[in-house]
């Protein structure tokens, strides 16, 4: 999968290759997101996980991953989450400049979600919106893009 | 047809809202008008997608130069699969035509196909929380557009019909047919930005505009052309902007009367709608704002004691002084509370029934006051719009006959005001019936405030919906004709007429 930066990725270079075949610790759990409401297949999913309220404030990625979008669902495991606490962050890169387009009150204008399990937001969500725990058990979380 | 008088002294002996408490004397009767309570949430009942096109006849041929569509909205759908709003504000936007000449009117309705809309149809049930209705499975509301409604209103501009919500982007409306064309982005800046359902069109044909967002601090301000393209767009500060409903215009300046109305944000308040996380601020004072509509700043602010409204009549300059019309509104909470009441089709608590009230801005002395006009209890104000922003000499607007406390949600009676006179007349439905906005339509050959009235209402007894036209200087005469459709429509809000 073709690597490149990102306004949302920090680090490298990770491919999802690489995220799944990763050796399973004892006690590290799979993190499944399930992207769902996905109405057009144009661009793709920019994903960012933040593993800190710090990392999420500052827009550190703890992992970053660009997905061709091709179907209305995606699903996208991260394997081997060490136990703490988390957020994920998504859009749909309608037009591949790389960046989430706002209007001039900075609301997007792009398909876009978080973890954030139902709860509403107005504005940019704040970490208190849309971290989770992972400890011992695999954590599957369901986004709605729509 | 007049009020009848013995509803009127049944009424007048002691309260139905009494009566039913103490399950006391005349139980037939105050269970009758008790029952009446459910009509305004009776005209939800058994909307279809889509009202085919109907023709009917007046009872009497409209006045040469009477010959257009009156174009409505309003929320329409209240229930979907086992999912319901409580609130009228949560219905999903519906378009009504009333295309009328001659001596016939023929009516078409449709829902407005929003994103929201076209989700939930798949779904079959409410998929988000609504202003007034919150469900605990809701999916995330991210931004205003999510739960576009587009219920409130309509502009007509150039070939198409814009409907109009207040929180989030409008959608365009083909006139002929009322199908939806998809939502309207007037620019890549402006794309899903709030655009208000109170659009004012200046006498030279300008479109001027605004939105607000909760917590955004900021308004938008747009400048549209005649034809509706979009000719600036500029964010201006403003304090007590969490909930606008209205603005008016003046001949140079663009007017914000800001309530403190307040939204709380804190997390842990599940369970609220966005509704009851308003709160009304007591010690508060009401912001007034005056943009320059050259520069789009502010050029001048006042602060006056508070009071809350939806709607502005007219405004206006005369001389160093700004005059606004304001339909005063019972206090913000007790009235969405009578709101969610009558949705649910419960009696409804009393509410207060405040003066209509004009401002007076001194715009060399920076003082402000508001003198009390001579009727009460008034909403859905209308006026000549050819004089939008200059003074004009009528106001018209709706009212409540029943005396209080009333137990049922609704108007029942137009009222035209003469500013120069103050001379109040009325003409009063029959007890159950609930009247709409009714607006003033110019004849095109004749100077302000000449021409007609025309206002729909519901029959809940009858389930009828009938549109009926005044003459717009002798509205206590009566209606001039009137057509009833062989079907009722939801209660609806706001509307414009194009002649044609």
């Not at chain 1, 703890?62 to 988390?86: F, H, S, T």
């Not at chain 1, 970490?127 to 709605?144: A, H, P, R, Y």
């Not at chain 2, 339509?441 to 729909?456: F, R, Y």
Request: hydrophobic share 40%.
């Amino acid at each position: 999968m073709k690597t490149h930066r990102t306004r949302l990725s920090a680090a490298a270079a990770c491919s999802v290759a690489a995220l799944l075949t990763a050796a399973t610790p004892a006690v590290a759990a799979d993190l499944t997101l399930n992207v769902s409401n996905i109405a057009s297949t144009d661009g793709s999913m920019m994903i960012a996980v933040y593993d800190s309220k710090k990392g999420f404030d500052k827009k550190s990625t703890y992992r970053a991953i660009n997905r061709r979008v091709e179907q209305a669902e995606m699903r996208v495991v991260l394997a081997d989450m060490p136990a703490g606490e988390y957020a994920v962050m998504l859009f749909q890169d309608l037009d591949g400049n790389e960046k989430l387009d706002t209007n001039m009150l900075g609301i997007p204008k792009e398909p876009w979600s978080a973890s954030l399990e139902g709860r509403s937001v107005f504005g940019p969500p704040a970490w208190s919106d849309v971290n989770f725990k992972i400890g011992e058990q695999n954590v599957s979380i369901k986004i709605s893009l729509n | 047809m007049n009020r009848r008088e013995s509803i009127q002294s049944v009424l007048g002996l002691s309260s139905v809202v009494g009566l039913a408490a103490l399950g006391a004397g005349m139980p037939g009767r105050a269970h009758a008008l008790a029952g009446n309570a459910g009509d305004f949430a009776s005209s939800y009942a058994q909307i279809p997608e889509r009202y085919g096109a109907t023709t009917v006849r007046f009872d009497r041929a409209l006045p040469d130069g009477l010959s257009g569509t009156l174009f409505r909205n309003g929320p329409a759908r209240m229930v979907r699969g086992d999912t319901r709003y409580h609130h009228w504000f949560d219905g999903d936007g519906m378009i009504q035509a009333f295309r009328f000449s001659g001596q016939s009117l023929r009516h078409q309705g449709r829902m407005v196909a929003t994103r929201k809309l076209s989700a939930e149809a798949d779904a079959g049930r409410f998929l988000w929380s609504a202003f007034g209705t919150s469900f605990a499975d809701s999916r995330s509301v991210r931004q205003p557009d999510d739960i576009n409604s587009a219920n409130i209103s309509v502009l007509p501009v150039q070939d198409e019909v814009l409907a109009l919500w207040e929180g989030g982007s409008a959608w365009r409306i083909d006139p002929s047919t009322l199908e939806t064309k998809g939502r309207r982005v007037f620019s890549p800046s402006t794309d899903g930005l709030p655009f208000s359902a109170h659009p004012k069109v200046d006498p030279s044909g300008t479109i001027w505009n605004f939105g607000y967002m909760s917590g955004s601090g900021k308004l938008v301000l747009y400048e549209l052309t005649a034809a509706g393209s979009l000719k600036r767009a500029r964010l201006i500060d403003a304090p007590n902007a969490e909930m606008v409903h209205d603005f008016a215009i003046t001949e140079r300046y663009l007017v914000f009367v800001l309530m403190p109305l307040r939204y709380d944000r804190r997390p842990g308040r599940g369970g609220s709608s966005f509704m009851d996380r308003f709160q009304w601020d007591a010690e508060g004072h009401v912001d007034i704002l005056l943009v320059d509509k050259n520069s789009l700043t502010v050029a001048h602010r006042f602060e006056v004691a508070p009071f809350f409204a939806f709607h502005f009549g007219n405004a206006w300059e005369d001389g160093e002084t700004v005059r606004i019309e304001v339909a005063r509104a019972a206090a913000f909470k007790p009235l969405m509370n009578v709101i969610t009441q009558a949705t649910r089709g419960e009696p409804v608590d009393p509410i207060s029934r405040p003066p209509l009230m004009e401002l007076s801005l001194n715009l060399s002395g920076k003082t402000a006051s508001a003198n009390d006009l001579p009727v009460s209890g008034v909403d859905f104000p209308r006026f000549d719009q050819r004089f939008t922003g200059r003074k004009t000499s009528h106001l018209f607007m709706m009212s409540d006959a029943n005396p209080e406390p009333d137990i049922t949600f609704g108007f029942n009676q137009l009222v035209s005001l003469d500013r120069r006179s103050q001379r109040v007349r009325r003409w009063s439905y029959a007890p159950r019936i609930i009247a709409e906005e009714h607006l003033f339509v110019p004849d095109q050959a004749k100077g302000e405030a000449n021409g007609w009235v025309v206002g729909t209402t519901f029959d809940p007894e009858n389930r009828t919906t009938s549109l009926h036209v005044f003459n717009a200087r002798g509205i206590d005469d009566g209606p001039i004709a009137t057509a009833t459709l062989p079907v009722h429509l939801p209660l609806g809000l706001h509307g414009q007429f194009v002649a044609g």
